[in-house]
Every structure is written in C-alpha cells, then in structure tokens.
C-alpha cells in the first residue's frame, strides 16, 4: 500500500525530499548539497486552511560527517521521528535507525547493510517490513550494478534495471513496477540518478541555490496538495552559514546572490575596458584594446556615471560604476543574469527595464516591495524580484531575477 502511494504521488509531482526512501539516501549529494555542509535545518510551509497564509507545518534537522548523512529528526505537531545511520570504518552504511518519541511505534524499525567478499552492496533487509522497503542487488562479473530489487513486505515491489552506470550517484535505468496482487508487471518508467538525485520537473520541483551550488530554497507544486515552499539554514564545517529557515518565497532557479557568483561571470566569454572623457561620452574597447565603434547596445544611467553594455556578437553583458573623467581604460565587471533585464528605478520610483539590449515598453509592468525584495510584477503577476530592497540605490542598474513561481 505505502508503494503504491508513492507512485501515486511520483506520477503527480516526482519525488519530494520528504517522499523519499530515506534508507537508500544517506549521500549528502541525495539532499542536495555537498560534503561541505554538516548541517541542514528546514522548514516545510504550506498554505493555512482558515489564515490563507503560509504557514509551517514540519522541522527537519540533518546532520552529516564527510559528506554522509548521520541522523534526521522530523519535528511534528505532536511528537518526533528520529533516523539515525551508522557506518563502518571504510565509510559504508552498515544500519539504519528509525524511531518515534510519540506512543505510536508501528513504523519503528531497523535496517541492516550485507556486503558481499568484494565489499559490494548486497541487500538492506528491515526488521519492520510492513512499512520499510527490503533491497536487493546485483551486479555484473565485472563488479558493475545491473539490478536492483524493491520489496514490500516481501512481495516484489518494483525492478530497476540498470541501462547505464557511471557511479553510485549517477545512472540510468528502467523502472519496472508490479502488482502486489498476482506478481505481475504493470508499468514501466525511463528513470536515471544524477549527482545522487532524479531529475525533477520544473512545473512541480524548483530549487534556489546559495553561492556555493548547495539547495537553500525549494517550492514544490503538487497537483492535489497544492503548493509548499521549504525554507533552508545551511552551516558549513567552517561554520559559515547561508540561508534561514524563515518564510521566503522570492527566490530564483539556480544561484541565489550578487550577479559576481555566478558561474558565468565568474569565467566570461570578453572582457571589456572603458573609460570616461572629459567630453562626457564613454570609450569601450575589447580584451585585444580595440576600439569598440558601436555603443548602440550601451546604455548611460540617469546620473550619467554608470554604463552597461550588451556585446551584440555574443551576448555578454558588462557594467561599468561610478565613472569618473579619465585618460585611463578600467576593466568592466561581468554582469550576465538568466533574465538578461535589467532596471534603473528613478526617485521618484519611475522605472525603465532593457531587455538584452533594448530598452522595453513597461506599461503593463509594476513595482512594490515585499519582504525586503522589490517585485516587479507584469499584468498583475509577479515575475521578476530584486532582494534586499533596503540596500537599493536609485538611478542603478539592477540585474532582474526570474522569480520561481
């Protein structure tokens, strides 16, 4: 029953952090972040049925060593799920711990890892069946993994057939399922594991990233149970933290932070250097120093000492502050963002946007301010966001982010 449940709800919206087999996902990649982070704590907020208002509905407290994750502890309304796993000297997982602090005890249980000569993973069998899976592996001559075998209390659940491997974190395979019933196949499904996860659709799963490539933000849609957002405080073995577990639904696909993060300005595609002359006009020139004619993409602030240029050849976007008359060239800063909008908000909170280059009609556009994060909402739909509305200068260009709604 608890299969086909989950089916159910894999069918609607993938796989949730939550809906997953905790057992098989011990790997800190399986959560979404790397061997860096030693602790997550994470807040599930859905919709409240009387409030209308988002609300918190469980705590989740993982910690981790070396990348592998040590314990869970779920705090609900009443009570709390604790699963705690245990490894041996070579770092493998050898057994898995579940137990609740409240009186129902029916899903308390103990999973136990066998390994074969070779040291590969052979089953993890539960002392409580009827609500934990049983795995089975088996490999090729040549130590690969070919199939995987899900069973519910005892009965065959589902078949992974291995298509392609490259690592225990990244493969292909066919998910065979079958009838608990007569044993038989009923469907089959094209699934694969990248980085240790499967592939989430974007009209169900989106995460929000922090500088360093790790989750912070989630928002789930699903079909039945509507909308929730999971809201995460990273600390790192350095003790360094990122993100906050308070209600936040502005966030953007990928990397969350100053344009200066992202992967692309951090390697772009042309650097570019500018000055200002005493006549007031800008001179661009490229990495080679050549002399860039065509200033038709640049665009001058409103306080006439910021310039930002959109390369037409290549689509980089480059961002000069704070200009002042010069003889000598400086080096623009790369300032490409997804969007590829931008805006400059004048004091009287008037706006324009360009977008890739062109500055755009925006009478079907507004702003206000939500949270600390300036909205900008198109046709009464928020679309794009700016954070930190408290540190916003006017007569700026500020990179637009698409919001992930």
Same mark, same amino acid.
């Given at each position: 029953?608890?299969?086909?449940l989950? %089916?159910?709800?894999?069918?609607?919206?993938?796989?949730?952090?939550?809906?997953?087999?905790?057992?098989?996902?011990?790997?800190?990649?399986?959560?979404?972040?790397n061997?860096?982070?030693?602790?997550?704590?994470?807040?599930?907020?859905?919709?409240?049925f009387?409030?209308?208002?988002?609300?918190?509905?469980?705590?989740?407290?993982?910690?981790?060593?070396? /990348?592998?994750?040590?314990?869970?502890?779920?705090?609900?309304?009443?009570?709390?799920?604790?699963?705690i796993f245990e &490894?041996?000297?070579?770092?493998?997982? %050898?057994?898995?711990t579940?137990?609740?602090?409240?009186?129902?005890?029916?899903?308390?249980?103990?999973?136990?890892?066998?390994?074969?000569k070779?040291?590969?993973l052979?089953e993890?069998?539960?002392?409580n069946?009827?609500y934990?899976?049983? &795995?089975? &592996?088996?490999?090729?001559?040549?130590?690969?993994?070919?199939?995987?075998e899900?069973?519910?209390?005892?009965?065959?659940? #589902?078949?992974?057939?291995?298509?392609?491997?490259?690592?225990?974190?990244?493969?292909q395979?066919?998910d065979?399922n079958?009838s608990?019933?007569?044993?038989?196949?009923?469907?089959?499904?094209?699934?694969?594991?990248?980085?240790?996860?499967?592939?989430?659709?974007?009209?169900?799963?989106?995460?929000?990233?922090?500088?360093?490539?790790n989750?912070?933000?989630?928002?789930?849609?699903?079909?039945?149970?509507?909308? =929730?957002?999971?809201?995460?405080?990273?600390?790192?073995?350095?003790?360094?933290?990122?993100?906050?577990?308070?209600?936040?639904?502005?966030?953007?696909? /990928?990397?969350n932070?100053?344009v200066?993060?992202?992967?692309?300005n951090?390697?772009?595609?042309?650097?570019?250097?500018?000055?200002?002359?005493?006549? /007031?006009?800008?001179?661009?020139?490229?990495?080679?120093?050549?002399?860039?004619?065509?200033?038709?993409?640049?665009?001058?602030?409103?306080?006439?000492?910021d310039?930002?240029?959109?390369?037409?050849?290549n689509?980089?976007i480059?961002?000069?502050?704070?200009?002042?008359?010069s003889?000598? =060239?400086?080096?623009?800063?790369?300032?490409?963002?997804p969007?590829?909008?931008y805006?400059?908000?004048?004091?009287?909170y008037q706006?324009?946007?360009?977008?890739?280059g062109?500055?755009i009609?925006? #009478?079907?556009?507004?702003?206000?301010?939500?949270?600390?994060n300036l909205?900008?909402?198109?046709?009464?739909?928020?679309? &794009?966001?700016?954070?930190?509305?408290?540190?916003l200068? =006017?007569?700026?260009?500020?990179?637009?982010?698409?919001?992930?709604?």
């Amino acid at each position: 029953m608890k299969k086909l449940l989950g %089916i159910f709800v894999l069918l609607l919206s993938q796989f949730s952090f939550a809906q997953k087999d905790i057992v098989v996902n011990y790997l800190a990649e399986n959560w979404g972040v790397n061997k860096d982070v030693v602790k997550i704590e994470e807040v599930k907020y859905s919709q409240g049925f009387t409030s209308g208002k988002f609300e918190p509905r469980d705590t989740r407290i993982y910690t981790f060593k070396n /990348g592998k994750l040590i314990s869970i502890e779920t705090q609900y309304s009443t009570d709390k799920l604790t699963n705690i796993f245990e &490894y041996n000297a070579k770092g493998k997982p %050898i057994k898995f711990t579940q137990f609740t602090s409240g009186t129902d005890k029916a899903t308390d249980n103990v999973s136990v890892f066998s390994y074969d000569k070779k040291g590969n993973l052979i089953e993890i069998k539960p002392s409580n069946p009827k609500y934990h899976w049983q &795995y089975k &592996y088996q490999y090729l001559p040549n130590g690969t993994l070919s199939t995987i075998e899900i069973l519910d209390n005892g009965k065959l659940d #589902s078949k992974w057939l291995i298509t392609s491997y490259q690592d225990e974190k990244n493969y292909q395979y066919t998910d065979e399922n079958y009838s608990a019933t007569d044993g038989k196949k009923v469907f089959d499904l094209k699934e694969s594991l990248v980085n240790g996860r499967r592939p989430m659709k974007k009209t169900s799963w989106i995460e929000g990233l922090d500088q360093y490539g790790n989750v912070f933000r989630i928002r789930e849609n699903n079909a039945v149970l509507g909308k =929730f957002y999971y809201s995460r405080k990273l600390t790192y073995a350095n003790g360094e933290t990122t993100g906050s577990t308070d209600y936040n639904p502005y966030f953007t696909e /990928g990397i969350n932070g100053d344009v200066s993060q992202f992967p692309e300005n951090k390697n772009p595609k042309s650097i570019y250097k500018i000055r200002l002359g005493e006549d /007031g006009k800008f001179k661009l020139v490229n990495q080679n120093n050549e002399p860039i004619p065509d200033l038709s993409k640049g665009f001058i602030s409103p306080n006439k000492t910021d310039f930002i240029y959109f390369d037409p050849n290549n689509g980089e976007i480059a961002l000069a502050e704070n200009m002042k008359h010069s003889a000598e =060239f400086t080096v623009m800063k790369a300032y490409n963002t997804p969007s590829k909008k931008y805006i400059v908000i004048n004091t009287d909170y008037q706006f324009i946007i360009f977008d890739n280059g062109k500055q755009i009609d925006t #009478s079907n556009m507004k702003i206000s301010q939500d949270m600390n994060n300036l909205v900008v909402s198109e046709n009464s739909i928020p679309k &794009y966001f700016i954070p930190n509305f408290d540190k916003l200068t =006017f007569l700026k260009f500020y990179p637009l982010y698409i919001l992930a709604l």
